[in-house]
Structures are given as C-alpha cells and as structure tokens.
C-alpha cells in the first residue's frame, strides 16, 4: 500500500470504504448490465478505470475519495490522486476474482456484505428523511432550555481510593478512622490511576460517574467520608468528598452545534419510532 493510503487518519477510513467498495462490486455487477443502467450510463462521465471490462465509475471514485478524506478539504495532487485509483483498482480485481471463487457464497462474506448494503441504504434514507427538516431557532431554544433545566448543575471535588475486595476497603475505612490519613492510605493501597495524587479526581459532575459512585458523593457532606464501601464495576470504593461547587450554564452560542445534533437526533428517531410502530418485526434472539 502506498505511502499516502498508510497515513493513520486515512488508514481508518480505507476500511469502511473498501467494504462499501466490495458490496458495490459483488453485488451491483449484474445490475450493471440491466438496460436502466445502460441507459444512465449513457449520460454518465467516463469511467475513471475499466478492469477486465468492469468500469469503475467517476461517482464511485468520488465516494471512495470523500470517505478516505472523511470529509476533510483536502486538495491532492495528481499522484495522490492517482494511488486512489491505484487502490480501487487492485479492490476491482479482487473483487472480481472473489466472485470467480464464489467467495460471495461463503455465509460470513454474504452476511457482512448484506450488513454494509443495510448500513449504506439506512445512512442514505436516514439524510433523505432529514434534508428539509433543519431546526428552527425555536426548536433549538426550547431544545437548549430542556437540556439546562435537566443539566446537574453542582460539581463536585473528591478523593477515593480503589481496591478490589470489600474486606480490604472494610479495612481501609478502619484504619482511617483510626486517624491515618486519607491521601496518604490512597497513595499506599489504591490501584487507581489517582493513587499518585492521593486519590484526587478533581472537579466533576455526578453525570460523569458510575451511578453507585455518584449516589454515594451525593450523601456527603464537605469533608466527610463514605462509612461503608461503595461497589461499581471498578470495583470496592472508600470515598471522601472535599467541597462542592455550583456551575453556570454554557451559553446557547458555545453549545448550538451539540443542541443542533440533539434535535437532528431526536427528529430522525421519532421517524425510525414510526416505522418500527407500522412493521411487523418479529425477534428470535
């Protein structure tokens, strides 16, 4: 693989792009010859490359470029431009030869193929449904309203120390009533990452935490101490909590892009909603 496709952000997108790429081939090659394509294709710019008299097209070298760029105004130079070719070239004719090898019959390859056509269709459908429904100023402020009225409003600033049995965290809160102190127990028996800082987390939210863990901060006071310890997938926790602050709301400028993406969200759910409401759907799992 070229030089330019080996760039790590390009890397990433080579996958998807090379999956799309397949299924176009492995499945749209007899397509290809219906007489709607072959009228389309009348009007259509010239193939880009022809492969053993398979063409690829402008369009489907446009797409493969977008997705390895991911969208990035990238301006490339000829060569670069060239070793995309290149790629989808050598994608062409492996393609074609796992089709010779009826490696499409195989069930893993059919299945991972039908998953990237689902995907494709479902992306396509998903932007058509949304194209004419951008958000209204409206939409976005009562959106922004919601999203600060349920915001957690308090950060809190504690420390913990983690171990990996109730029994030694048991031991733990013992030892500190018994008046050693807490960073420094932290510093000695944790196996969080924190440890090195005598198990200080800093400022967070409750949103931010396992759930066990923030229910628990919420019961302290500045100061005090978790009296038994606190379990979460973590592990067993002695928590101690240091002081609380109260936070401003963002402002609807800082947020808008994120406010806007709740909404797009939540329109295009509301229609997935509905058409999972008109469908039979039956589960076997």
Same mark, same amino acid.
């Given at each position: 693989?070229?030089?330019?496709?080996?760039?790590?952000?390009?890397?990433?997108?080579?996958?998807?792009?090379?999956?799309?790429?397949?299924?176009?081939?492995?499945?749209?090659?007899?397509?290809? /010859?219906?007489?709607?394509?072959?009228?389309?294709?009348?009007?259509?710019?010239?193939?880009?490359?022809?492969?053993?008299?398979?063409? @690829?097209?402008?369009?489907?070298?446009?797409?493969? *470029?977008?997705?390895?760029?991911?969208?990035?105004?990238?301006? *490339?130079?000829?060569?670069?431009?060239?070793?995309?070719?290149?790629?989808?070239?050598?994608?062409?004719?492996?393609?074609?030869?796992?089709?010779?090898?009826?490696?499409?019959?195989?069930?893993?390859?059919?299945?991972?193929?039908?998953? +990237?056509?689902?995907?494709? *269709?479902?992306? !396509?459908? !998903?932007?058509?449904?949304?194209?004419?429904?951008?958000?209204?100023?409206?939409?976005?402020?009562?959106?922004?309203?919601?999203?600060?009225?349920?915001?957690?409003?308090?950060?809190?600033?504690?420390?913990?120390?983690? +171990?990996?049995?109730?029994?030694?965290?048991?031991?733990? @809160?013992?030892?500190?009533?018994?008046?050693?102190?807490?960073?420094?127990?932290?510093?000695?028996?944790?196996?969080?990452?924190?440890?090195?800082?005598?198990?200080?987390?800093?400022?967070?939210?409750? /949103?931010?935490?396992?759930?066990?863990?923030?229910?628990?901060?919420?019961?302290?006071?500045?100061?005090?101490?978790?009296?038994?310890? +606190?379990?979460?997938?973590?592990?067993?926790?002695?928590?101690?909590?240091?002081?609380?602050?109260?936070?401003?709301?963002?402002?609807?400028?800082?947020?808008?892009?994120?406010?806007?993406?709740?909404? @797009?969200?939540?329109?295009?759910?509301?229609? +997935?909603?509905?058409?999972?409401?008109?469908?039979?759907?039956?589960? !076997?799992?």
């Amino acid at each position: 693989m070229s030089q330019f496709l080996s760039t790590p952000w390009i890397r990433v997108a080579t996958v998807t792009a090379f999956a799309v790429c397949v299924a176009a081939c492995g499945k749209g090659q007899q397509a290809a /010859t219906s007489a709607a394509t072959d009228k389309a294709a009348a009007s259509a710019p010239a193939p880009v490359a022809t492969v053993d008299g398979t063409p @690829i097209s402008r369009t489907a070298y446009d797409i493969y *470029l977008k997705n390895l760029l991911q969208g990035r105004p990238t301006e *490339l130079t000829t060569e670069q431009r060239g070793q995309v070719l290149d790629e989808m070239i050598s994608m062409q004719l492996l393609a074609s030869q796992a089709t010779k090898d009826a490696v499409d019959k195989d069930a893993d390859v059919a299945a991972r193929l039908e998953v +990237v056509r689902m995907r494709v *269709l479902a992306d !396509s459908e !998903s932007q058509k449904y949304l194209k004419d429904k951008e958000p209204t100023d409206a939409e976005l402020h009562s959106e922004y309203d919601t999203d600060i009225a349920a915001m957690d409003k308090t950060e809190y600033h504690a420390r913990h120390i983690l +171990v990996p049995t109730k029994e030694q965290a048991e031991q733990i @809160i013992k030892k500190i009533k018994g008046g050693a102190k807490f960073d420094e127990v932290a510093k000695a028996q944790s196996t969080d990452g924190s440890k090195a800082n005598g198990g200080d987390l800093g400022w967070f939210t409750l /949103t931010r935490m396992a759930k066990p863990f923030g229910d628990a901060v919420k019961t302290l006071k500045k100061g005090e101490m978790t009296q038994e310890p +606190v379990q979460t997938q973590f592990g067993w926790h002695v928590i101690k909590l240091e002081d609380t602050r109260e936070t401003a709301a963002p402002p609807f400028e800082q947020v808008k892009q994120q406010v806007t993406n709740g909404v @797009i969200q939540k329109k295009l759910q509301a229609y +997935v909603d509905s058409l999972k409401k008109n469908a039979k759907i039956e589960k !076997s799992l």
